[in-house]
């Protein structure tokens, strides 16, 4: 986790986010950059730029970006992380574009970095984008890492993985790898009755103490409550500061009609959430 790129849209939460990706950085003593994320456009070229817009458009893209990099920039300097220097690998932090990007430009550019840091998405206004978030998961390749509204002041001493047996939650607990390694304790937890056929969490349990993770596997039954409600909460039942889910194990058409474990996670979660799809 030695490249870490954040995102940087003004909501309720950026100080979360910041929060966030900075934990996250100071376990690896990682580089940190930031990039103005703006409200969502098509990809345009210009023969199909639209007649309404304008030269003032363009310039409010760039004074968003231009505060977002001041609010960025700020956070760092009041937490005393140095800037980027080209022949440094250790934690420091650094500003990509001068105007905002949407969220296809910020999930193609994620590619290339360990894991994104985004806000968690909400409803209310001024929260996070769902959209955001969902364009991360499915056009970076890379996992998302998705801030709390508040910001927790621990991320990564007790992970616990949501181990539903699919592929999915697999290439996420792998992606998280270099996080389980450093961890205190990692927590299989499987809901008994939201699982698919796969290999059961004490199969996982013991394949990730080969690799030096202190984990083990706990199952628990949902006792009436939806999967997503019954992860959170046994996480939270046992300090979880961290929650590793695969997202969308069923069609992301069906969860979006009858709602799902990812969708409840996506906007409920009360500690970080560590992504994949």
Request: hydrophobic letters at 45%; zero cysteines; glycine letters at 6%.
């Amino acid at each position: 986790m030695k490249n870490v790129l954040v995102p940087v849209e003004l909501h309720s939460s950026i100080d979360s986010v910041f929060t966030t990706a900075l934990l996250l950085a100071r376990r690896f003593d990682s580089y940190v950059e930031g990039m103005p994320l703006g409200p969502d456009l098509p990809d345009l070229v210009a023969f199909d730029m639209p007649v309404s817009w304008t030269a003032a458009d363009q310039n409010t893209w760039r004074e968003l970006a231009e505060e977002s990099q001041n609010r960025f920039m700020d956070f760092m300097k009041a937490e005393n992380v140095p800037a980027h220097e080209d022949k440094t690998h250790s934690l420091s932090w650094g500003w990509a574009g001068e105007a905002a990007f949407g969220d296809s430009q910020v999930s193609s550019y994620a590619r290339i970095f360990d894991v994104a840091v985004l806000g968690r998405p909400g409803e209310e206004r001024g929260d996070a984008r769902m959209a955001t978030a969902e364009a991360a998961l499915f056009e970076s390749g890379r996992p998302v890492l998705l801030a709390p509204p508040k910001a927790p002041s621990i991320l990564g001493d007790t992970v616990v993985i949501a181990w539903n047996q699919s592929i999915e939650t697999a290439r996420a607990t792998a992606f998280a790898m270099p996080i389980l390694q450093k961890a205190r304790r990692v927590v299989v937890l499987t809901i008994t009755e939201h699982k698919v056929n796969g290999p059961t969490g004490e199969q996982l349990a013991h394949n990730l103490r080969a690799n030096g993770v202190a984990a083990e596997a706990l199952e628990r039954s949902a006792k009436n409550r939806s999967h997503g409600d019954a992860i959170l909460e046994n996480a939270a039942s046992v300090g979880g500061d961290l929650l590793v889910k695969g997202a969308y194990t069923q069609s992301r058409l069906r969860q979006m009609i009858f709602g799902g474990a990812t969708s409840l996670i996506l906007s409920k979660a009360t500690l970080p959430v560590f992504m994949s799809n």
